[in-house]
């Protein structure tokens, strides 16, 4: 599977970004797509995920600020994040994941700046 990541770029604190990750083929109940950050010095954590059933998961921090959803072929997933703060500055990462298998895929990573 091949993502291609897009949307990342610099905003002011309380805007608003939408990336988007687009992947070669679509994803079905048992798989999983969504979205990591990762900033310097910090591990790599999870921000939503979505199934091909459009089951979703959110991290705490961006619940009620992120929306993942996915287009009606669930090949492209999107992640509009709203009210942005410098917390959120990060380089996120889109990412492809089997329930069944576990296998993963990664796209390349994007970067979110929010400036206070």
């Known amino acids: 599977v091949q993502l291609q990541a897009s949307g990342g770029g610099l905003v002011q604190a309380g805007g608003s970004l939408r990336l988007s990750c687009a992947a070669s083929r679509s994803i079905l109940r048992t798989h999983i797509m969504g979205w990591y950050r990762q900033t310097p010095g910090k591990q790599r954590e999870l921000v939503a995920g979505i199934t091909g059933g459009g089951t979703t998961d959110y991290a705490d921090s961006v619940k009620g600020r992120f929306t993942i959803s996915g287009d009606n072929a669930m090949n492209t997933v999107y992640l509009q994040m709203n009210s942005l703060n410098p917390e959120d500055t990060a380089v996120y990462y889109c990412?492809?994941?089997?329930?069944?298998?576990?296998?993963?895929?990664w796209g390349q990573g994007t970067q979110v700046t929010v400036s206070s």
């Open positions: 990412y492809w994941r089997s329930t069944l298998s576990g296998l993963e895929y």
